[in-house]
Nanobody, 126 residues
Framework: QVQLVESGGGSVQAGGSLRLSCTTS????????MGWWRQAPGKEREWVAS???????TVADTLQGRFSISRDKAENILYLQMDRLKPEDSATYYC????????????????????WGQGTQVTVSA
C-alpha cells in the first residue's frame, strides 16, 4: 500500500512563504508521477504541480512564478515551495502519486492519481 505523508502546512500572512513536504517510500518515489493538489472549502480539488523522472516539472499556469515543485531523490521527499502567498491560496494541500514510465508529462487530471496523502492545511491571512 502506497503511503504519502505531507507536512509543512500552517498559518502565514499574505506575502509570506511556506514549503510543504511529502515523504514516501523509495519504491513509490522512483516509479511515479508525483503531484500536489489543493482543495478549498466548497470547491473542487485543484491540480497545483507535478513532477516525473526525466520530464520538466509542471505548475498550474495561475501559480507559476510563485509555486515550484521539486524532488529530493536521496531522501524520497517531494517539495512544494510556495512564495508570495495570497489568501486565496488557503486550502488543504494533498500529495498524490500514480505509477508511470519516465520522461512523460504527468496528468493534470485527478483520475490517474491513485495514492493520496492525508493533506496538510495552509491558511493565508490578509
Amino acid at each position: 500500500q502506497v503511503q504519502l505523508v505531507e507536512s509543512g502546512g500552517g498559518s502565514v500572512q499574505a506575502g509570506g512563504s511556506l514549503r510543504l513536504s511529502c515523504t514516501t517510500s523509495a519504491y513509490t518515489f522512483s516509479r511515479s508521477c508525483m503531484g500536489w493538489w489543493r482543495q478549498a472549502p466548497g470547491k473542487e480539488r485543484e491540480w497545483v504541480a507535478s513532477t516525473n523522472r526525466g520530464y520538466p516539472t509542471t505548475v498550474a499556469d495561475t501559480l507559476q512564478g510563485r509555486f515550484s515543485i521539486s524532488r529530493d531523490k536521496a531522501e524520497n521527499i517531494l517539495y512544494l515551495q510556495m512564495d508570495r502567498l495570497k489568501p486565496e491560496d488557503s486550502a488543504t494541500y494533498y500529495c498524490a502519486a500514480y505509477s508511470v514510465t519516465p520522461s512523460v508529462v504527468c496528468s493534470r487530471f485527478i483520475g490517474p492519481y491513485d495514492a493520496w496523502g492525508q493533506g496538510t492545511q495552509v491558511t493565508v491571512s490578509a
